[in-house]
């Protein structure tokens, strides 16, 4: 149980994937204008990644492993989070319509965030069984939604202030990402 | 080499692709969504350019908003009349649209007419340029730079660069204004397309002022407005302003110019 709880806890704050291993950047800065749109997007991301550990595991272990052909896990592996992305995107299209265009483009772009491909090839390579992997997963997704929600409180703060022209819109918005980072490392001595 | 190296990954990867697309195929029809089917086809008649004339973020944009919203489809200041026509027809509405629009740069400050204060050599931007204290190289600072801002903007390839002033292509122009919003002179302006009378002018400067920088400059003489017979001129800060519902093409105006800066002996040759 204490292992579970440390996986959770190192995937959300220390090895926080935006901050600390810098996978999903894209959506990152992309969906982090508003608060509510990077809350939606962190739960859309929550709810991909959660979904891609567990089938992922299952692909991996159950198939790729018992057929010998563990190196065709890239492939697998993005085959299972485009399926979860387009179920997502049906989803979201029809329950909130309003929260399908504030993510806009990004959506589908999920496809293509290394985070969720990250997450898949970490449990694998760390050796986690189903549980952990699940763990693992729902705690970096947690930590993605944290980073981003943060950054996005940040930025809509930015937005109001008098800001030189130059550092305008993504300069700022990156040197702040880079301190946000920063501070994350505080948290390396955690665990 | 065994066989099973080929079979176990074509089987297992294209069964996962099979399983999972039957999935989507499922959770589509579970989920679908139903959209207006007229929006496709109102986009189609759209041209396409995605210019942001009309104000929304691009034809799709507008699309939705014409059949949702019932915005007026003349928004669109590209289409054609006939294309606005179909549009009408498919969505029940009065076809007829407002009057089309042309850009007009308001400057015959060329090379040879117009006066420079110095030797640009910066960057090829007129509002870089125009950000220089002075307000650019030529001598008017109402003129057109010419370094071509609102050719870069200009989605449809309608203007060019011609002897050091922007020039506009009327049958490519659309009036889709970017030009207007690019320009930092605000030399550039929307106006009618039937309407061939026009102040070819952009200064506020006194007389002398403009005589000094430029030979063909509105020296606010006021000959055009007591030639008018229709009361279509005004004149207001030191430039005529044709006022184009009454404005009658009689040509006593574009005649009487002494500086030959209101346009329109194009229109007596044709007739």
């Known amino acids: 149980m204490m292992e579970l709880f440390i996986i959770f806890l190192s995937a959300i704050l220390v090895n926080n994937f935006v901050l600390s291993r810098f996978l999903g950047i894209c959506p990152f800065l992309g969906v982090s204008k508003k608060v509510e749109t990077a809350l939606g997007m962190g739960v859309a991301v929550t709810f991909v990644m959660t979904l891609a550990s567990i089938i992922s595991y299952m692909v991996y272990n159950w198939m790729l492993v018992p057929l010998k052909i563990t190196y065709l896990y890239t492939i697998a592996f993005i085959l299972v989070i485009a399926a979860l992305v387009q179920f997502v995107e049906m989803v979201i299209q029809k329950t909130s319509p309003t929260l399908y265009q504030a993510l806009g483009v990004y959506l589908p772009l999920i496809t293509t965030n290394c985070a969720v491909l990250g997450v898949a090839v970490i449990n694998m390579n760390e050796g986690y069984n189903l549980i952990k992997s699940v763990v693992n997963g729902f705690g ?10 943060l950054f996005a409180g940040i930025r809509e703060r930015i937005e109001n202030n008098n800001i030189l022209n130059a550092f305008k819109g993504f300069p700022i918005a990156l040197i702040t990402a880079g301190l946000m980072s920063i501070a994350f490392l505080g948290f390396q001595g955690l665990l | 080499m065994d066989i099973t190296s080929i079979v176990y990954p074509i089987v297992s990867i294209g069964g996962l692709g099979i399983l999972f697309g039957a999935g989507l195929g499922y959770a589509s029809k579970k989920f679908a969504v139903e959209v207006d089917e007229r929006i496709p086809k109102v986009r189609d008649l759209l041209p396409g350019a995605n210019c942001g004339g009309c104000g929304f973020a691009g ?31 498919l969505l029940g509405v009065d076809p007829s ?24 050599y ?25 370094l071509g801002s609102c050719k870069k903007v200009c989605p449809f390839d309608a203007i060019r660069i011609e002897d050091g002033i922007a020039v506009i292509d009327e ?42 920088a430029c030979s063909v400059g509105c020296i606010g003489c006021k000959l055009c407005v007591k030639s008018c017979e229709y009361d279509a001129i005004d004149f207001e800060d030191n430039l005529a302003h044709i006022n184009y519902e009454k404005c009658s093409h009689c040509m006593a105006c574009v005649e009487k110019c002494p500086t030959k800066i209101i346009e329109g002996q194009h229109v007596l040759t044709e007739a």
Request: charged share 25%; glycine share 10%; hydrophobic share 35%.
């Open chain 2, 59 to 89: 034809c799709d944009a507008f699309a939705t908003a014409v059949v949702e919203e019932g915005v007026d489809i003349c928004s669109c200041p590209v289409n054609s009349d006939e294309s606005a026509g179909k549009i009408a027809a």
């Open chain 2, 122 to 146: 910066g960057i090829m931007d007129c509002n870089d340029a125009a950000a220089i204290p002075g307000g650019g190289a030529k001598a008017c600072s109402y003129g057109c730079l010419g």
């Open chain 2, 171 to 212: 049958d490519k122009c659309t009036a889709c204004g970017n030009c207007v919003d690019a320009c930092p002179k605000a030399v550039i302006e929307l106006v009618p397309k039937q309407n061939k009378v026009r102040v070819l002018c952009n200064s506020n400067d006194k007389g002398k002022e403009v005589k000094e």
């Open chain 2, 97 to 120: 649209c407002s009057i089309k629009r042309v850009a007009l740069v308001k400057c015959k400050g060329t090379c040879s007419n117009s006066q420079n204060k110095y030797d640009y």
């Open chain 1, 140 to 149: 970096a997704a947690l930590g993605f939604t944290l980073a981003i929600v």
